[in-house]
């Protein structure tokens, strides 16, 4: 690891910061759009980002997979898919392999509706990256989920 003299570390680290602060609070604003476009709430929102994804790379989450990520008791979390499939977005399926595990997948409508609202997003963000090496884009990804852990570890905290 490279060694930087302290106020510049600290500086460096502070801008950093603030970039990753500015970031959330921008997505934070452009997610709440789309959320009361469609009538949900935050944490409907933040349960369609993980059922999404787990829909997207085949790997379905579980209500009690979600209640986790989601730090909801099993209740809210049932509540809540319970809420999210009255409305149309997403699916209860048994695993073929396993009849006691259930997962909850997007709905095809969902997804495109879905796609049609994050996909310009995802293109403006190729744009704002087009400059960067492959290596340093990695290096920045890798950051970022650290990042995320560290502010993941602190919630946990009392």
């Known amino acids: 690891m490279p060694t930087q003299p302290e106020p510049q570390r600290h500086a460096v680290m502070g801008d950093l910061i603030d970039a990753l602060r500015n ?9 709440d759009g789309f959320a009361r476009a469609h009538n949900m709430g935050r944490s409907d929102m933040n349960a369609i980002m ?17 209640a986790q990520r989601l730090r909801l008791s099993p209740a809210a979390a049932t509540a809540l898919v319970d809420r999210l499939e009255n409305v149309g977005h997403v699916r209860r399926y048994r695993d073929p392999n396993d009849r006691r595990r259930v997962t909850v997948q997007m709905n095809d409508t969902a997804m495109k509706v879905a796609s049609a609202f994050f996909v310009p997003l995802g293109v403006l ?17 890798e950051i970022v989920r650290r990042m995320s852990g560290a502010v993941t570890e602190a919630g946990r905290k009392p």
């Open 125 to 141: 963000m190729h744009e704002a990256a087009a400059e960067f090496t492959d290596e340093e884009l990695a290096r920045t990804a």
């Open 23 to 31: 970031f959330t609070v921008e997505s934070d604003v452009f997610v």
């Open 50 to 66: 993980w059922i999404s994804q787990g829909t997207s790379t085949g790997d379905p989450v579980t209500v009690g997979e979600l």
